[in-house]
């Protein structure tokens, strides 16, 4: 209906009720961020080289391992080349190595059993003499030496921070030649340390005994076949923080030649960065 105020024709409009209008949303589904794993590195259990070359030279190389595994590891290196250069008037010139090599891990809860053992063989000649006025016969002037090597460990591997920390160590060294010159040399160490108040305590122990035999054609006297043993210790404390590292300790060690000396030494380390993230 129309109203006329003041000259002004107006409109009066119903009023209705306010009503409420019902909206839905539907969110999508997010799948999560996948990193794709990356492919292991194949592994061969075996690599075979072989070459053959000027001089009569030979040569072959084979290597054996065993793959990945949680429980332990194995390896064997087998190795030689020789030759036998023709060169005039010099002499023999023949030469050889050949070596095998084994070792082993197996792998405890906490901790780590190795072993390895080796052998190898070089042969030569020392040519160079003018045969054309010395007549050597080629064993005259042959050498060889064999070295046998072996060794085994026991070394913690638990990555906690509160445990005992081990790491023991033996070793055997055996070098002789065709002039009954023999090296022996026998070696063990030991290093246990612990973390305590935030700062790691440690000591290494460690004894050296060598033993040498001259030639059989050298002339004996009161310093031949001698002996030798080092007897080494080296307890240390260790702070890591993270603007420094510092080492304090010392080694001493007592050392059985002609006489007894003993040797003492300190071993401080300090360490700060020089850049940030460095």
Known sequence: RLRTVTGVQTCALPISEPRKFETTY?????????????????LYPLLLKLGIG???????????????????????????????????GAGAAGFGKSGADAYGKYFLDNSTVSGNIGYDQQTLHFYGLNSSDTIVKAKDIKQQFTHFTAGAGWKSSDLGTEGLKYDVNLGYDRT???????????????????LYMDKYFSLLASLDYFKKTDASFERLDINSN???NILNLNPAMTINKEKIHLRLGFDFALEKNVGTDGHFYPDVEIAVPIAEHV
């Open 26 to 42: 539907e969110t999508g589904v997010i799948r999560p961020v996948k990193i794709k794993d990356e492919p292991l590195t194949k």
């Open 54 to 88: 000027n001089y009569s030279t030979y040569y072959g190389e084979l290597f054996m391992n065993s793959l990945r595994s949680k429980t332990g590891q194995y390896g064997l290196h087998l190795n030689h080349i020789s030759g036998n250069p023709g060169l005039s």
């Open 176 to 194: 002789a030649d065709l002039f009954a010159v023999l090296e022996n040399e026998f070696q063990v160490s030991a290093e246990v340390g612990k």
């Open 226 to 228: 001698l002996s030798r």
